[in-house]
């Protein structure tokens, strides 16, 4: 077991980059095919409503009730569609720099000057620049995750409503 873990510890770390890397891409994958999802649910009855009341229940003369629980049906659809639009739309708030980062990669004069700049690099320093690019995915697939999460619970409730307001009829 003390020669396995030897050996291990000296290679298992060398593709663990890689690996975490195809891992986090593909849960903010998901993320955003689950977004996309959640906002075709939530705009389709966004639309119903839109198409069938149009805006007439603003006017006073319908039931107070009604209203009600139309407009904050629409609020929360509403709010659920923006929060899965928030996990599908890219960000470029954050000036990266380092090797990986796309920015980095573009400011270079050449790719010739680029590939220099790799090569002049050990071993330790790319494997340090791939885990603070997968720390950055890390981040951003929980940032989906969260918002994700937000769009699930609101677009339920509204869905909740929706349907309430459907047996109101």
Known sequence: MAEVDATLRGKAWVGFPDFEQVHLISYMQLADAKAAVFLAIASGAI???????????LHEER??????????????????????IAVIV???HRRRTGIIFYN???RS?????????????????????QMTYCHELAKTCDRKYRLLN?????????????????LWR
């Open 63 to 84: 039931f107070f009730g009604h209203s009600l629980l139309l407009s904050s049906t629409t609020l929360f659809l509403v709010a659920s569609a923006a929060h899965a």
């Open 104 to 106: 980095h990669v573009v």
């Open 150 to 166: 937000y769009s699930l619970v609101l677009g339920i409730i509204g869905y909740a409503m929706f349907l309430a307001l459907l």
């Open 47 to 57: 639309a119903y409503i839109a198409g069938h009341y149009g805006l007439g229940w």
């Open 109 to 129: 004069d050449s790719p010739a000057h680029y590939a220099d700049s790799v090569l002049q690099m050990s071993e330790v320093e790319i494997f340090l620049e």
């Open 90 to 92: 890219p960000r470029r």
